[in-house]
């Protein structure tokens, strides 16, 4: 009995170690990460306007650890050419306009809102009906709960999956941009539509990133966990873009170009 005590004590000891060193790794990372993007922050810096533009797609910005502030990624050109290709099918301007003229003016949000909405009621559904979307939202809504401290209230206002789209028209239109597909005044087009569209729907950055998270869920069948400490970080953190801007833009647009 004794021996096994001291297994079961050394296999503990191994574990809570390999724990510290997971999460030390971990805070390297993301220091590095914040260094390089601060780094490209001066080196590419933009005016606030265009900054608070941009924030409308701060969620998939930092999930893919690029500065939510600037157009230019660390990224390099051929893997973001091939991303966008074998995600997307983007592969020349006219299937990058097809594709943020489809975000913008229908997206996912055409066919799942009535599924949120329907979620939201209580109603269920099969798999053969929906897929693991049921499965996904009521994840996401627990996780987003539990994690960010959000309540049922949090959730009342939210019948629409639209930040999902616009969040990602931002992100397409700018690597639509880096590569070539679009010019800069055609990116910053789009990026503005979509941040007008979202200034317009959306009363706080919270309502946006929950509507995010749950088109993730119910649209794309995903796990929002990959995606729930950057919005953890844009809504708390005081120097975070989403901190910076408010949801809001005014109404009169300012000239982007």
Same mark, same amino acid.
């Given at each position: %009995?004794?021996?096994?005590?001291?297994?079961?004590?050394?296999?503990?000891?191994? =574990?809570?170690?390999?724990?510290?060193?997971?999460?030390?790794? #971990?805070? /390297?990372?993301?220091?590095?990460?914040?260094?390089?993007?601060?780094? %490209?922050? %001066?080196?590419?810096?933009?005016?606030?306007?265009?900054?608070?533009?941009?924030?409308?797609?701060?969620?998939?910005?930092?999930?893919? #650890?690029?500065?939510?502030?600037?157009?230019?990624?660390?990224?390099?050109?051929?893997?973001?050419?091939?991303?966008?290709?074998?995600?997307?099918? =983007?592969?020349? &301007?006219?299937?990058?306009?097809?594709?943020?003229?489809?975000?913008? &003016?229908?997206?996912? /949000?055409?066919?799942?809102?009535?599924?949120?909405?329907?979620?939201?009621?209580?109603?269920?559904? &099969?798999?053969?009906?929906?897929?693991?979307?049921?499965?996904?939202?009521?994840?996401?809504?627990? =996780?987003? %709960?539990?994690?960010?401290?959000?309540?049922?209230?949090?959730?009342?206002?939210?019948?629409?999956?639209?930040?999902?789209? @616009?969040?990602?028209? =931002?992100?397409?239109?700018?690597?639509? $941009?880096?590569?070539?597909?679009? &010019?800069?005044?055609?990116? !910053?087009? $789009?990026?503005?539509?979509?941040?007008?569209?979202?200034?317009?729907?959306?009363?706080?950055?919270?309502? $946006? @990133?929950?509507?995010?998270?749950?088109? /993730?869920?119910?649209?794309?069948?995903?796990?929002?966990?990959?995606?729930? !400490?950057?919005?953890?970080?844009?809504?708390?953190?005081?120097? #975070?873009?989403?901190?910076?801007?408010?949801?809001? /833009? #005014?109404?009169?647009?300012?000239?982007?170009?």
């Amino acid at each position: %009995m004794k021996t096994l005590l001291i297994i079961v004590g050394i296999i503990a000891a191994i =574990v809570i170690l390999l724990i510290i060193g997971l999460i030390t790794a #971990s805070k /390297r990372i993301e220091k590095k990460n914040k260094k390089l993007r601060e780094e %490209m922050e %001066m080196a590419n810096t933009l005016p606030k306007e265009k900054q608070h533009l941009l924030a409308y797609g701060a969620n998939l910005s930092l999930y893919r #650890s690029e500065s939510p502030r600037i157009l230019a990624v660390k990224v390099d050109y051929e893997t973001l050419k091939e991303g966008l290709s074998a995600s997307w099918d =983007v592969s020349n &301007t006219e299937e990058a306009v097809q594709t943020l003229e489809w975000l913008l &003016t229908e997206g996912h /949000r055409t066919r799942y809102d009535q599924l949120l909405i329907a979620l939201k009621a209580g109603q269920t559904f &099969t798999e053969d009906e929906v897929g693991k979307s049921q499965e996904c939202y009521e994840t996401a809504q627990e =996780v987003i %709960m539990k994690k960010l401290s959000f309540t049922t209230s949090d959730f009342d206002q939210i019948d629409t999956i639209a930040a999902w789209d @616009f969040d990602r028209a =931002v992100n397409i239109a700018r690597w639509s $941009y880096i590569l070539g597909y679009l &010019t800069e005044e055609q990116a !910053w087009g $789009y990026i503005e539509r979509a941040a007008d569209a979202a200034s317009q729907l959306f009363e706080s950055w919270k309502d $946006y @990133f929950i509507s995010f998270a749950f088109g /993730r869920a119910i649209a794309y069948e995903g796990d929002i966990y990959d995606i729930l !400490w950057n919005g953890q970080k844009l809504l708390n953190e005081k120097d #975070s873009i989403w901190n910076e801007f408010s949801i809001k /833009r #005014s109404k009169t647009k300012s000239q982007v170009i």
